[in-house]
């Protein structure tokens, strides 16, 4: 059984930092995209960063470029979003998901973690 579990979340003022942390188990991930998702209050979720475990390469949604870094520790099967700089408007629960390179969804989800961004 695949399982995502998402941690780091919590209330945080404005300019500061969180780690979120998606520990994945139940199969190797090593071929898959991981990536972290957010749904504000009322709002769509929206794509936040991803990362390719066997290559590397990640990319950001352009609200979060140069704030956020997304990583991964193969030998930990975990992924990492580190967020710093923190706006009110990153107030959202995050989640963390998995797919296969050639496939165009993301298969499996996490349940989610709050992220709270307030004075």
């Known amino acids: 059984q695949v399982q995502l579990v998402e941690s780091g979340g919590g209330l945080v003022q404005p300019g500061g930092s969180l780690r979120l942390s998606c520990a994945a188990s139940?199969?190797?991930?090593?071929?898959?995209?991981m990536g972290w998702f957010r749904q504000g209050s009322g709002k769509e979720r929206e794509f936040v960063a991803n990362?390719?475990?066997?290559?590397?390469?990640?990319s950001y949604a352009d609200s979060v470029k140069g704030r956020f870094t997304i990583s991964g520790d193969n030998a930990k099967n975990t992924v990492y979003l580190q967020m710093n700089s923190l706006k009110p408007e990153d107030t959202a629960v995050y989640y963390c998901?998995?797919?296969?390179?050639?496939?165009?969804?993301?298969?499996?989800w996490g349940q989610g973690t709050q992220v709270t961004v307030s004075s």
């Open positions: 998901a998995a797919r296969l390179p050639a496939a165009s969804t993301y298969a499996y």
């Open positions: 139940g199969r190797t991930f090593s071929s898959y995209f």
């Open positions: 990362i390719s475990w066997r290559g590397g390469s990640t």
